[in-house]
């Protein structure tokens, strides 16, 4: 039996250890939690100092056994679990559980911590081992029995007031309303028309236009013109005038790399150019942080994935550097190395921004041994981190005034002169500070007379805001303050799962359950859905982490007004929440008012006056139209069910119109009105049916098996009947974005398989 053992989270982890601490090192993984609080009632308990229960996380029963007998056997323990607070707990747990056991009541092990999984950092850390940061683990442990606190006393006030198997959490219930109150700004929203000017013109063979910034001496603002008439006397009054330029104005202007990756960042990254979501980006980054076999044996790719620090360590800097001077060339290396100073003032500086632990180990060398999701993403963070060690990139700004009768046209074009860090990497589009105009206009100077090829107005109408994408909520919350950068891609995946909200074009838009949710929460616990109250919690923990606060007063604070809150809302009809009445009298019964209602199907219009008038009719829908629905034949005709042999019939649910069976509940056979999309393609998994158009619950369009159940094979894009040249897949699908236009692509995850068929539409 070796002397010493060592304890890792992941089994992966562990595989790659082993590699480098040889026989006299034996390594177990805990494999995540070993120890949790009780999920019932009492687990924390305010009245006795926020005593915690715990109980053994029995999906971990027996790799907990293994460690114990192994603890028995060894001289000296580390425990290596992940180098952050809940990794802290982790350990603080299994020593725990390790000294309650027969034998190990004197156990002293050692906490071993390294931010990458590389020969050199983890022989270094398990020199200098240390003693278990009581801090650290004060910290996990508020931040879990807050969490319990919430969701233990809201979740059944919610299940009474509103619909059993609802819950509210801590975190993600802010970021519910964030999602809340912008879908409500777009409800909000009154488009104002405006117009622009424009101006073609050319010299020699090339062409450019301008845009008119004055007229009559004065500057033009956004809504100057605001519509088609004032427009057309512009226009009017500057055709059949010479143009003439009378400023040249050159620039040289730089532009710097981003910093290296934080959690953050790269989520926001990955969503925006790889079209992975938070949670499966976290998945990919642990695999490369714990361990690939790249070929001679496994290798822990890049640094620890949970930060919110964007500094490198001295030798990475050297690494980095020495790369740039001798791979890429040495006018692409600065001076001086590139300093980035954190934004979050409660970062974690021991921590590095992730990065590769060596630059060396370059994509296209790594590729033949990593997943497609593992290469992209890995190539994403080797190129943001070389990147930031480089020269700016340097750019010849022009712009140009022309002169046309009465008013001032504007035209502005740049030349890159130096590509700089943009030969490695360039940020997505919410990292970049401003919009770069590539345009190339041809040599102009003061005086030149110029062609007028044409002149026009552009109608515009300004636009709501956009609903949140994964990119730009984790950027939101990480604004606010709300969450920490391991909790992004939970927050997410939790109101995924509640079906608070969903994704249409992947962007957020709340269900009718999460509106109804939210409005609960805003109106009567405003206090714990604040962005600035969840912010303060936030720092709070970071300052029981840095050993500035006690935990238990922070404990306590928060409870007394919470446990009040929950107790004066115990008397609240549910009808207050669940039910908006309408300015609109029932059309069935002439008496009562209508009111929107919240069932177990979402919101629908009800008369007051139920159960005596039954008037119901969908949300989206006119009392007229539901009318003019109700006056059609219910029998279809010619038709019997195929099931009982019973009539069918014309029923309208929550999803409009369909036939069922006239002898329901007994029979509950039901079709679409109008039979789906055939799309003549065979499904690829059973081989047997073929792909049909169906719209989901939220009226979402995809493609699935013809023979479900029997087969469950589904895609969001509408398939083609062509083979995936990459990794021959039997069918591709056709995907549309704003960012990469029309692009054939493998619906294989793995496979990552994308050509451009139509580019992207150009942006105004």
């Given at each position: 039996?070796?002397?010493?053992?060592?304890?890792?989270?992941?089994?992966?982890?562990?595989?790659?250890?082993?590699?480098?601490?040889?026989?006299?090192?034996?390594?177990?993984?805990?494999?995540?939690?070993?120890?949790?609080?009780?999920?019932?009632?009492?687990?924390?308990?305010?009245?006795?100092?926020?005593?915690?229960?715990?109980?053994?996380?029995?999906?971990?029963?027996?790799?907990?056994?293994?460690?114990?007998?192994?603890?028995?056997?060894?001289?000296?323990?580390?425990?290596?679990?992940?180098?952050?607070?809940?990794?802290?707990?982790?350990?603080?747990?299994?020593?725990?559980?390790?000294?309650?056991?027969?034998?190990?009541?004197?156990?002293h092990p050692k906490r071993v911590v390294f931010h990458e999984v590389t020969k050199k950092a983890v022989l270094d850390a398990v020199a200098h081992p240390r003693e278990l940061s009581q801090t650290l683990i004060d910290a996990q442990q508020t931040r879990r029995a807050l969490d319990y606190l919430v969701g233990f006393n809201l979740s059944p006030l919610l299940w009474k007031k509103i619909r059993r198997g609802l819950s509210a959490g801590r975190v993600q219930s802010p970021a519910l309303r964030m999602i809340c109150e912008r879908e409500q700004e777009i409800r909000e929203f009154t488009a104002q028309e405006y117009w622009t000017v424009h101006l073609d013109s050319h010299k020699a063979r090339t062409k450019f236009t301008a845009k008119l910034t004055h007229w009559q001496g004065q500057k033009l603002e956004q809504f100057d013109i605001p519509d088609e008439i004032q427009q057309q006397e512009i226009v009017n009054a500057l055709v059949g005038q010479q143009a003439h330029v009378t400023k040249v104005e050159k620039k040289k202007r730089s532009r710097n790399p981003a910093a290296p990756f934080t959690t953050s960042t790269m989520q926001q990254e990955a969503v925006r150019k790889l079209g992975m979501t938070t949670d499966r980006t976290?998945?990919?980054?642990?695999?490369?942080?714990?361990?690939?076999?790249?070929?001679?044996?496994?290798?822990?790719?890049?640094?620890?994935?949970?930060?919110?620090?964007?500094?490198?360590?001295?030798?990475?800097?050297?690494?980095?550097?020495?790369?740039?001077?001798?791979?890429?060339?040495?006018?692409?290396?600065?001076?001086?190395?590139?300093?980035?100073?954190?934004?979050?003032?409660?970062?974690?500086?021991?921590?590095?921004?992730?990065?590769?632990?060596?630059?060396?180990?370059?994509?296209?060398?790594?590729?033949?041994?990593?997943?497609?999701?593992?290469?992209?993403?890995?190539?994403?963070?080797?190129?943001?981190?070389?990147?930031?060690?480089?020269?700016?990139?340097?750019?010849?700004?022009?712009?140009?005034?022309?002169?046309?009768?009465?008013?001032?046209?504007?035209?502005?074009?740049?030349?890159?002169?130096?590509?700089?860090?943009?030969?490695?990497?360039?940020?997505?589009?919410?990292?970049?500070?401003?919009?770069?105009?590539?345009?190339?206009?041809?040599?102009?100077?003061?005086?030149?007379?110029?062609?007028?090829?044409?002149?026009?107005?552009?109608?515009?109408?300004?636009?709501?805001?956009?609903?949140?994408?994964?990119?730009?909520?984790?950027?939101?919350?990480?604004?606010?303050?709300?969450?920490?950068?391991?909790?992004?891609?939970?927050?997410?995946?939790?109101?995924?799962?509640?079906?608070?909200?969903?994704?249409?074009?992947?962007?957020?838009?709340?269900?009718?359950?999460?509106?109804?949710?939210?409005?609960?929460?805003?109106?009567?616990?405003?206090?714990?859905?604040?962005?600035?109250?969840?912010?303060?919690?936030?720092?709070?923990?970071?300052?029981?982490?840095?050993?500035?606060?006690?935990?238990?007063?922070?404990?306590?604070?928060?409870?007394?007004?919470?446990?009040?809150?929950?107790?004066?809302?115990?008397?609240?009809?549910?009808?207050?929440?669940?039910?908006?009445?309408?300015?609109?009298?029932?059309?069935?019964?002439?008496?009562?008012?209508?009111?929107?209602?919240?069932?177990?199907?979402?919101?629908?219009?009800?008369?007051?006056?139920?159960?005596?008038?039954?008037?119901?009719?969908?949300?989206?829908?006119?009392?007229?139209?539901?009318?003019?629905?109700?006056?059609?034949?219910?029998?279809?005709?010619?038709?019997?069910?195929?099931?009982?042999?019973?009539?069918?019939?014309?029923?309208?649910?929550?999803?409009?119109?369909?036939?069922?069976?006239?002898?329901?509940?007994?029979?509950?056979?039901?079709?679409?009105?109008?039979?789906?999309?055939?799309?003549?393609?065979?499904?690829?998994?059973?081989?047997?049916?073929?792909?049909?158009?169906?719209?989901?619950?939220?009226?979402?369009?995809?493609?699935?098996?013809?023979?479900?159940?029997?087969?469950?094979?589904?895609?969001?894009?509408?398939?083609?009947?062509?083979?995936?040249?990459?990794?021959?897949?039997?069918?591709?699908?056709?995907?549309?974005?704003?960012?990469?236009?029309?692009?054939?692509?493998?619906?294989?995850?793995?496979?990552?398989?994308?050509?451009?068929?139509?580019?992207?539409?150009?942006?105004?």
């Amino acid at each position: 039996m070796a002397k010493n053992l060592l304890i890792v989270e992941s089994p992966s982890k562990a595989k790659t250890l082993k590699k480098y601490l040889g026989s006299d090192f034996e390594i177990l993984a805990s494999y995540g939690h070993v120890r949790d609080l009780v999920p019932k009632s009492g687990a924390v308990d305010p009245e006795n100092d926020f005593a915690m229960k715990y109980q053994l996380v029995s999906r971990n029963a027996k790799h907990l056994d293994a460690i114990v007998a192994a603890a028995k056997e060894a001289d000296v323990l580390y425990l290596a679990t992940d180098p952050d607070r809940e990794g802290e707990a982790i350990s603080w747990h299994l020593q725990e559980i390790l000294k309650s056991k027969r034998g190990l009541k004197n156990l002293h092990p050692k906490r071993v911590v390294f931010h990458e999984v590389t020969k050199k950092a983890v022989l270094d850390a398990v020199a200098h081992p240390r003693e278990l940061s009581q801090t650290l683990i004060d910290a996990q442990q508020t931040r879990r029995a807050l969490d319990y606190l919430v969701g233990f006393n809201l979740s059944p006030l919610l299940w009474k007031k509103i619909r059993r198997g609802l819950s509210a959490g801590r975190v993600q219930s802010p970021a519910l309303r964030m999602i809340c109150e912008r879908e409500q700004e777009i409800r909000e929203f009154t488009a104002q028309e405006y117009w622009t000017v424009h101006l073609d013109s050319h010299k020699a063979r090339t062409k450019f236009t301008a845009k008119l910034t004055h007229w009559q001496g004065q500057k033009l603002e956004q809504f100057d013109i605001p519509d088609e008439i004032q427009q057309q006397e512009i226009v009017n009054a500057l055709v059949g005038q010479q143009a003439h330029v009378t400023k040249v104005e050159k620039k040289k202007r730089s532009r710097n790399p981003a910093a290296p990756f934080t959690t953050s960042t790269m989520q926001q990254e990955a969503v925006r150019k790889l079209g992975m979501t938070t949670d499966r980006t976290m998945r990919t980054a642990q695999q490369l942080y714990e361990g690939v076999d790249v070929g001679q044996g496994a290798v822990g790719l890049i640094t620890y994935m949970r930060t919110d620090s964007v500094s490198l360590s001295d030798d990475a800097v050297i690494e980095i550097r020495h790369y740039i001077d001798n791979k890429i060339g040495s006018e692409y290396l600065p001076s001086a190395p590139k300093i980035y100073k954190t934004k979050s003032k409660n970062a974690q500086e021991a921590h590095e921004a992730i990065r590769p632990t060596s630059v060396y180990r370059t994509p296209e060398a790594v590729k033949p041994f990593l997943t497609a999701d593992q290469f992209r993403l890995y190539q994403m963070i080797w190129q943001r981190a070389v990147a930031c060690q480089m020269a700016p990139a340097r750019f010849d700004t022009t712009s140009v005034d022309i002169v046309v009768g009465k008013g001032i046209f504007r035209v502005t074009g740049q030349v890159q002169t130096f590509a700089g860090f943009l030969s490695v990497y360039e940020e997505g589009v919410d990292d970049s500070e401003d919009e770069e105009n590539a345009k190339k206009l041809p040599e102009l100077h003061e005086g030149d007379n110029l062609p007028v090829d044409r002149i026009f107005g552009e109608q515009h109408f300004t636009q709501p805001p956009p609903r949140y994408s994964e990119a730009s909520l984790v950027k939101a919350l990480e604004e606010y303050g709300i969450g920490r950068p391991s909790t992004y891609a939970s927050i997410i995946s939790t109101l995924k799962e509640r079906e608070y909200v969903t994704l249409e074009q992947k962007r957020f838009l709340p269900t009718d359950t999460g509106e109804v949710v939210n409005k609960f929460l805003t109106e009567h616990f405003g206090q714990y859905v604040d962005y600035n109250f969840t912010a303060r919690l936030e720092n709070q923990l970071d300052d029981i982490a840095g050993g500035k606060r006690e935990w238990r007063p922070v404990m306590q604070q928060f409870w007394k007004g919470f446990d009040k809150e929950i107790k004066a809302k115990e008397d609240i009809p549910r009808a207050e929440l669940t039910a908006e009445n309408l300015d609109e009298i029932c059309p069935k019964c002439g008496v009562n008012q209508l009111q929107i209602k919240f069932g177990k199907r979402g919101r629908f219009i009800a008369c007051t006056g139920y159960p005596e008038c039954d008037y119901t009719r969908n949300v989206n829908e006119t009392a007229e139209e539901a009318a003019k629905a109700a006056e059609e034949p219910t029998i279809v005709e010619g038709r019997s069910c195929p099931k009982c042999q019973g009539q069918l019939v014309y029923k309208r649910g929550r999803y409009g119109k369909f036939i069922g069976c006239a002898n329901y509940p007994k029979c509950k056979y039901i079709e679409p009105l109008e039979k789906p999309k055939d799309t003549g393609i065979e499904c690829p998994k059973c081989h047997k049916g073929s792909l049909i158009e169906r719209k989901s619950r939220y009226g979402k369009l995809f493609y699935s098996c013809n023979t479900y159940p029997d087969c469950d094979y589904a895609v969001w894009n509408p398939p083609i009947n062509e083979q995936c040249p990459q990794c021959h897949w039997p069918i591709l699908t056709i995907k549309t974005t704003k960012r990469r236009g029309t692009e054939k692509v493998c619906p294989q995850k793995e496979c990552g398989y994308a050509e451009q068929i139509e580019p992207p539409a150009p942006k105004e």
